[in-house]
């Protein structure tokens, strides 16, 4: 794919200048930015200054512009589809998001201020798929359809359950299409503490030149962002568009058009080789190792002791009215795990896959369960099924490699562990789980720098373990 994006904004932009506008070459921007979200410590400072400012310079640029402030999931979904209902053929749609993403499955989410993420299945019930709404741009007729996504930051859902992928996914956009992420794929970065990001600071400084194609607009932008944080963030940015396009027109309203162009270098990564994963069997035939270390697991909490918690009350009665929602008692047992109420969570999931044998999120999610309790030929039978039903799952291969780690099958842990992170390199609990493996396996070299990698990148790995059992 080419990157076109700076041509067809100047193209655009070009229009509204020099001719009025028409139902196919009006503009229609969505900005949004959440700032409060009810799981993270303190709201973020910097989403609602910056959707403000790139709101009021988008109108100047000739947007019909919606801003919208710490919205839910339902009002997010009601400003998403009325932008929908505006596009006309030809058109141009863009989408702003200052908040938290998550990548999920190699999509990118954004997420609503009301999101209830427990498992990597809420997120994509939650949150709003970047791909998705591109399409769904495109079906509606939109020529040229944007997406600027400040979200590569640190979310708090990461370390409730099961380990989220860190960062944004590449994104699959359909022809006519910019993306521009704040920071790489799959990293993340800190909010400054100022109250305005980096990235909106040099992307408005950028948008106010004129006469600059728009990709050459985001390419300046990211070598901005580079530069002033010293090469510690460096935004991403991919295009199919095959239109001129400025933010600001010059004054002459001469531009160059699309043939005398020469095609730009692309600036997409390319997409993640097909990783081939380890059977769901296989055989350790290495000598018995030493038993593992092992820590006493809490003793498991009473249902009394969740009697009051808001979440658990509304879902067991969601469950009174209906004993067979699965939703209800996936998320129930996903609550309990998560608050260290074992039993009751095994018997939540027990539930959910006897309403569903082929829910590979429960099963998953049992395996994991049962490991931390101890259980682990019946874990490793969950994560063996898991991984029938979905090869490519990344988060039953983390959770077998602790099953194999638990039970002291350190080269099945390492392979599990290994095909974890060619998935996703960056998911600190297979590395550290790998650390610990290829120091019983006698590679304690090797060992020491993958933990002190997840160490690195997550302070509370080591206590995390320690909550599993393992030293």
Same mark, same amino acid.
Do not use: C, H, M, T
């Given at each position: 794919m080419? %990157?076109?994006? $700076? *041509?067809l904004l100047t193209l655009l932009f070009s229009v509204v200048s020099t001719a009025?506008?028409? !139902?196919? $070459?009006? /503009?229609?921007a969505l900005v949004i930015g959440n700032a409060k979200y009810p799981d993270a410590d303190a709201p973020l400072k910097e989403p609602i200054n910056d959707a403000r400012d790139i709101a009021d310079e988008l109108k100047r640029d000739g947007f019909t512009v919606e801003t919208g402030e710490n919205l839910t999931g339902d009002n997010m979904r009601r400003a998403i589809e009325r932008l929908y209902a505006k596009l006309t053929p030809g058109s141009v749609a863009l989408v702003f998001f200052s908040g938290f993403g998550i990548q999920s499955n190699r999509q990118s989410y954004m997420m609503p201020v009301d999101a209830q993420i427990w498992s990597e299945a809420d997120v994509r019930h939650d949150g709003f798929s970047l791909e998705t709404i591109l399409g769904e741009f495109n079906s509606r007729g939109a020529g040229v359809k944007i997406a600027l996504?400040?979200?590569? /930051? /640190? &979310?708090?859902y990461e370390r409730r359950f099961r380990t989220f992928s860190a960062g944004l996914a590449p994104v699959i956009a359909p022809n006519g299409s910019l993306v521009m992420y704040s920071a790489a794929l799959s990293s993340v970065i800190s909010d400054n503490g100022g109250d305005h990001s980096l990235f909106?600071?040099?992307?408005?400084?950028? %948008?106010r030149v004129p006469d600059l194609m728009a990709e050459e607009t985001l390419n300046r932008t990211r070598v901005g962002v580079t530069r002033a944080s010293r090469g510690e963030q460096v935004p991403w940015i991919s295009s199919s568009l095959a239109e001129d396009f400025s933010?600001?027109? +010059?004054a002459t309203g001469n531009r160059p058009t699309v043939a005398a162009?020469?095609? !730009?270098?692309?600036?997409?990564s390319p997409p993640p080789a097909r990783v081939e994963l380890p059977p769901p069997a296989r055989v350790d035939n290495s000598p018995p190792p030493p038993p593992p270390p092992t820590v006493e697991r809490p003793a498991d909490k009473p249902q009394l002791a969740f009697a009051d918690d808001p979440t658990i009350k509304n879902l067991t009665q969601k469950l009174e009215a209906n004993p067979d929602d699965a939703s209800a008692l996936y998320r129930r047992g996903q609550v309990y795990a998560s608050k260290g109420a074992y039993s009751l969570a095994i018997k939540d999931f027990d539930d959910t896959i006897r309403l569903n044998p082929k829910d590979v999120e429960a099963l998953n999610n049992r395996c994991w369960t049962r490991a931390v309790v101890g259980d682990l030929q019946a874990a490793l039978k969950d994560c063996n099924e898991a991984l029938r039903l979905r090869p490519n799952f990344v988060d039953a291969l983390d959770s077998r490699g602790l099953v194999n780690l638990k039970s002291g099958l350190t080269k099945n842990a390492i392979t599990d562990f290994d095909a974890a992170l060619r998935i996703n390199p960056r998911l600190t609990s297979s590395l550290y789980g790998r $650390? *610990? !493996?290829k120091q019983r396996s006698g590679s304690?070299?090797? +060992? &020491?720098l993958d933990i002190a990698n997840a160490k690195a990148m997550d302070p509370n790995i080591v206590q995390e373990f320690d909550s599993f059992g393992v030293r």
């Open positions: 080419k %990157i076109r994006l $700076g *041509l009025p506008l028409s !139902a196919s $070459g009006e /503009r229609y996504i400040d979200a590569s /930051r /640190r &979310n708090p909106v600071q040099e992307l408005l400084k950028e %948008i933010f600001i027109p +010059g162009l020469q095609p !730009a270098p692309p600036l997409e $650390g *610990l !493996a304690i070299s090797e +060992g &020491n």
